[in-house]
């Protein structure tokens, strides 16, 4: 198990940027798959981004090339690096890890953070 902490939500512009971040416990935060997804009023919550063990990068397509995902296993930490930011990505951004291998459902997540609410404006 591994207790999940959010960080670096707020208020942005379209067009604008943020860097989310997540903060493990625990000394196996290296063994774990870490995502992020989000979670818009009355939607589903989707998947975002993801890193694996290896550091191997997964993005949804509507992301890809504008958001970054990493990771500092020496200070238990993953990133979030949003860029050109739109109203409709407005949501509460979640970060979960999973043990093994990357998987694209939140099903699939068994640890969870509280998360963060970023709001893009028009």
């Known amino acids: 198990q591994v207790q999940l902490t959010e960080s670096g939500g707020g208020l942005v512009q379209s067009g604008g940027s943020l860097r989310l971040s997540c903060a493990a416990s625990?000394?196996?935060?290296?063994?774990?798959?870490m995502g992020w997804f989000r979670q818009a009023p009355g939607k589903e919550r989707e998947f975002v981004a993801a890193?694996?063990?290896?550091?191997?990068?997964y993005y949804a397509d509507s992301v890809r090339g504008r958001f970054t995902i990493s990771r500092d296993n020496a200070k238990n930490t993953v990133y979030l690096r949003m860029n050109s930011l739109k109203p409709e990505e407005t949501a509460v951004y979640y970060c979960?890890?999973?043990?093994?291998?990357?998987?694209?459902?939140?099903?699939?997540?068994?640890?969870w953070g509280q998360g963060t609410q970023v709001t893009v404006s028009s």
């Open positions: 890193i694996t063990r290896s550091g191997s990068t």
């Open positions: 979960a890890a999973r043990l093994y291998d990357f998987r694209v459902s939140k099903d699939d997540y068994s640890n």
């Open positions: 625990g000394r196996t935060f290296s063994s774990y798959v």
